[in-house]
């Protein structure tokens, strides 16, 4: 189907994987509040602003086919788990110096997503796809072997989010009212963190007239407004090119954590990045084959 309009496109989806690939900036600014403490306000301020949100960008009809399928309720709640688990191990990452780990979680999760769909879902793996996820394999084993523990911050950031899309797969339901419906879900437990940590940055009445607190409060728009130019990027863009443009993000990432932020790129996590490099690139020609083959 030819794209309505691909100028557009791009531009909504630059932005979007912009966006997320300088999230650390924003983490880094607030990096003196604990990152549990960052999460339950992302969780509190996306569950307010993503509800406004809904009652301008209208998604009609989307309750009432939540209310008739109850089950989607209970998978978004699972899903809701695992974005928190995500969002959690992300803002941990970027506020203690293992910016490269976190993108190099981010490389392997297109990759994590094929594994996925042939472990779960049952679907047949191409041979160049086999390839992909070979030499995404040797790079996380060399790390291990280099290292001498996983890059447990990457795998769980690519496994959280795989399974994050996998499960979601099974909730038909639009990225916006499904955001919202997640954090809505978290927002019980996030009231009761407060309320059971009185000592929390957040918890002090002079904490609220820093400006450390209305970062906390950006956190909402933070993670709706990319979400938000994806979607509309994907209405104008076909998928496989966004699923091209998303290796910007860690592209990001990875440039901040060294170039910014002083991180060392040791010769071994730069081997284990080569791999990696390597298994999205016979990825991204597979797809593009595939596609050229279907149209």
Not at 26 to 40: G, L, M, N, T
């Amino acid at each position: 189907m030819q794209a309505a309009n691909p100028r557009l496109g791009y531009i909504l989806g630059l932005t979007a994987y912009i966006i997320w690939g300088l999230f650390p900036l924003y983490f880094k600014a607030i990096a003196s509040v604990p990152a549990v403490e960052i999460i339950i306000h992302r969780v509190l301020w996306s569950a307010l602003f993503g509800a406004l949100l809904l009652m301008v960008w209208k998604h009609p009809g989307w309750w009432r086919e939540l209310r008739e399928n109850p089950k989607r309720l209970a998978i978004l709640a699972l899903s809701g788990t695992l974005i928190a688990a995500n969002w959690l191990t992300y803002v941990w990452s970027v506020n203690n110096g293992r910016m490269l780990e976190a993108s190099l979680g981010y490389y392997i999760n297109p990759l994590i997503n094929v594994l996925l769909g042939m472990l779960i879902l049952g679907e047949r793996l191409r041979r160049m796809q086999w390839v992909a996820v070979g030499l995404a394999t040797i790079g996380v084993a060399q790390q291990v072997w280099q290292v001498g523990s996983l890059p447990w911050v990457s795998l769980m950031l690519a496994l959280s989010f795989g399974f994050y899309g996998l499960i979601r797969k099974q909730a038909p339901v639009k990225a916006l009212p499904g955001l919202v419906v997640e954090t809505w879900m978290l927002v019980p437990i996030a009231i009761a963190w407060l309320l059971f940590n009185p000592t929390a940055h957040s918890a002090q009445a002079e904490f609220w007239t820093t400006s450390e607190a209305w970062w906390l409060v950006a956190a909402g728009p933070v993670t709706l407004v990319p979400l938000v130019c994806f979607n509309a990027a994907a209405r104008h863009l076909p998928y496989t090119t966004l699923g091209f443009l998303q290796y910007l993000a860690p592209t990001l990432v990875l440039l901040q954590a060294v170039l910014l932020f002083g991180e060392h790129l040791s010769s071994a996590t730069l081997m284990a990045f080569m791999f990696i490099w390597a298994g999205l690139a016979v990825y991204s020609i597979d797809a593009w084959i595939s596609l050229r083959r279907r149209n």
